[in-house]
């Protein structure tokens, strides 16, 4: 599966997209648009290990809510990112069974590795 969770209103996801030059072949999930499913955060975290590995912990909610003054568990992670597409820190990319997740330059790196060895 070659799969990108982003935001098609975010300069980021779509500096870092440009960037890639992803093939035809990724299917592009505007979150906002289109949410993700259970489904799709449980298929995530599978890949990532945890659903604290796809929560944003930079979005204004995050503060706004106080949820930064919280001790949040696997199941609050998991809820909060299926009630707002903004917790889910973007953009994740899914190659195969490799994920990327977030816009670090790092990250960044290693999906375009990813990318030329596909």
Do not use: W
């Not at 969770?5 to 093939?23: E, F, G, Q």
């Not at 505007?30 to 975290?45: C, G, H, R, S, Y």
């Not at 003054?69 to 490799?98: A, G, M, W």
């Amino acid at each position: 599966m070659k799969k990108v969770y982003y935001l098609k209103t975010c300069n980021t996801c779509l500096r870092i997209l440009n960037d890639l030059n992803l093939s035809s072949d990724f299917e592009l999930q505007d979150i906002k648009a289109n949410p993700i499913t259970v489904k799709q955060v449980e298929a995530l975290k599978a890949l990532s290990g945890s659903y604290e590995a796809l929560f944003s912990k930079r979005a204004k909610r995050y503060k706004e809510m106080g949820l930064k003054d919280q001790v949040l568990t696997e199941k609050d992670y998991k809820h909060y990112l299926l009630e707002h597409y903004t917790f889910l820190s973007r953009p994740v990319i899914v190659i195969n069974d490799s994920i990327f997740i977030g816009n670090a330059k790092k990250t960044t790196e290693s999906t375009k590795l990813a990318l030329n060895e596909d």
